[in-house]
């Protein structure tokens, strides 16, 4: 990040010496490079989400006839898509990596820009959706629901739930990831 | 949809015959126009989700001690942020419609319409979150969990479910829609 705010002020001083046009494309090369940065970290952001999910499970060492006695992640559906859904998020971002590197070269592609808002915006909808779906699953977890006679889990599966709600967090920041995504492109699709 | 086309097709034919220019401009009006028609559809989607999970309630004709007689749809908090998050996003779309038509009328407008990606984006959020939490909880309550002993209440409160899985509908209307007015922001901003 630190670096970036460098390249951007550098971005100002070369429009003072070399006029309007240049100082916009360095300005654009600014934004390409927060672009790969951002990337990189939603890129470890779905992936650590996917990982911790898919590896949650917890047996108790007790068992009664009213409480099962393993909470897996793939006992609910939710969890499952939320582990599909950051899987195929992960993939995407590791795709779109070298056409953000690319964009950092050449600062004036425009057709390939869009190709990648396009693709931000129907991922900020589908890790958005898992991650709000799971989110909504372990808030049942933590609190239950009395009017549906849904009782809470977390005190018989403390670990499982503490695993499952930490997993969310990746998913989340990489929610916040893909506007900001979403948002450089616009810019740097404006000034180009 | 079809006076969209025709505003396309015509934007085509004056490029022939006035130039690059003018021919950008013209379809830069016809994404506008397209705009004001898909903004216009977001907010009867979004009001009519809104309304319809605020008025979900269910009084069945017999109460046992162990089924609750009644159910709300703000006894789950889920859709209580559904029923918030669809108004907000009502309210925002209503108030960027004038926005829209400005952008039909002043074509090169820049600024504004990046402000527009910008809280289409967050809304997109907004919407795709709160209608796919609602989504987990109404497809919880359709089928239960085994592992989790909770039970399905659609057979108890079957209006219930049936209006509040309906009323996710035009929630989803929404997101597709809102996907659609980021790409022709981007879209506009690219040919501006």
């Avoid at 550098?10 to 951002?38: F, N, V």
């Avoid at 056409?99 to 931000?120: E, M, N, T, V």
Wanted: glycine share 10%.
């Amino acid at each position: 990040m630190m670096k970036e705010g460098k390249v951007e002020i550098g971005g100002g001083h070369e429009e003072a010496h070399m006029g309007k046009g240049k100082g916009k494309l360095a300005s654009i090369r600014g934004i390409a490079i927060m672009d790969l940065i951002l990337r990189i970290a939603a890129l470890v952001g779905t992936l650590g989400s996917a990982a911790a999910m898919a590896t949650t499970d917890q047996t108790l060492p007790f068992f009664t006839q009213i409480v099962r006695f393993e909470a897996q992640y793939d006992d609910f559906t939710t969890f499952k898509l939320f582990v599909i859904v950051n899987a195929i998020a992960c993939g995407y971002i590791a795709l779109s990596i070298p056409l953000s590197i690319f964009h950092i070269i050449r600062r004036r592609a425009g057709k390939s820009r869009i190709l990648l808002i396009i693709l931000d915006t129907i991922m900020l909808a589908l890790v958005t959706g898992g991650a709000s779906a799971a989110a909504a699953i372990v808030y049942l977890a933590h609190t239950g629901n009395s009017s549906a006679n849904w009782f809470s889990i977390c005190q018989q599966y403390q670990n499982f739930c503490q695993r499952v709600s930490g997993s969310l967090i990746g998913s989340f920041g990489a929610v916040v990831i893909l506007v900001l995504l979403v948002l450089l492109s616009g810019i740097a699709l404006s000034r180009r």
